[in-house]
């Protein structure tokens, strides 16, 4: 079985924290992503990476960057968490021409107050 | 990317098939028919994809209209454990792109 596992639930942070949330996959995936999710929004895409040290931006990058040093583990930072970056952070991997078949972590649900 | 329509909500009984439908009536050629699902407070769970062929997996079957406009997922014996939001995506292709999830369609099997 695949895992995809979030280093959190749930977060609670103050406006202008730093945030880091670490995802790690156990299936040796080449290709991993951070999603948010929001209500009426569906998923959209923050950053994705196909390889060791690579990474591509998503189409909402604003306010994120990723870190992938370690091919099983794809990092996203908050420089400076704001309100609006509220939200569930989801994490996924896939293979390479497989990317139909997304597996997903449970989430993070990060509150900015 | 195709627009979709799902019911907001259907019921079925655990035993009984579960029988999803979506409607894509502006799907082009090359674009390709996806159902994942959430469960709640977990993230989306792929169940299955295809072009223009029915298709069958250990989870499900899909099937897809001869003019594509429209499709149908199965569940052919559904359990509790299958209640959950199910959505169907219609795109090209899914990598590096939004995973756009309309409402999808809240699935409550009852005992």
């Known amino acids: 079985d695949v895992k995809v596992t979030q280093s959190s639930r749930y977060l609670v942070k103050r406006t202008g924290e730093k945030v880091f949330l670490e995802c790690v996959q156990d299936?040796?995936?080449?290709?991993m992503f951070w999603y948010r999710q929001d209500p009426g929004l569906g998923l959209r895409l923050i950053y994705f990476s196909y390889d060791v040290k690579m990474k591509e931006k998503g189409d909402i990058p604003e306010g994120y960057s990723v870190s992938r040093e370690k091919k099983e583990r794809f990092s996203l930072i908050l420089e400076s968490a704001s309100t609006n970056q509220t939200s569930m952070y989801l994490c996924a991997s896939s293979q390479p021409g497989q990317e139909y078949e997304q597996y997903f972590g449970p989430g993070t649900r990060l509150t900015v107050t | 990317d195709a627009k979709t329509t799902q019911p907001t909500s259907m019921d079925c009984a655990e035993g009984r098939a579960a029988n999803l439908p979506c409607n894509h009536s502006t799907i082009s050629g090359n674009e390709y028919v996806y159902w994942y699902r959430q469960i709640h407070s977990q993230g989306p769970q792929y169940i299955i994809h295809g072009l223009k062929n029915n298709e069958t997996n250990e989870m499900a079957s899909l099937i897809i209209t001869e003019d594509r406009k429209s499709s149908t997922l199965i569940l052919p014996h559904a359990t509790l454990r299958d209640t959950a939001v199910y959505y169907c995506i219609v795109r090209r292709v899914l990598y590096g792109q939004n995973f756009v999830f309309g409402p999808g369609t809240r699935l409550s099997v009852l005992p």
């Open positions: 299936m040796d995936h080449e290709n």
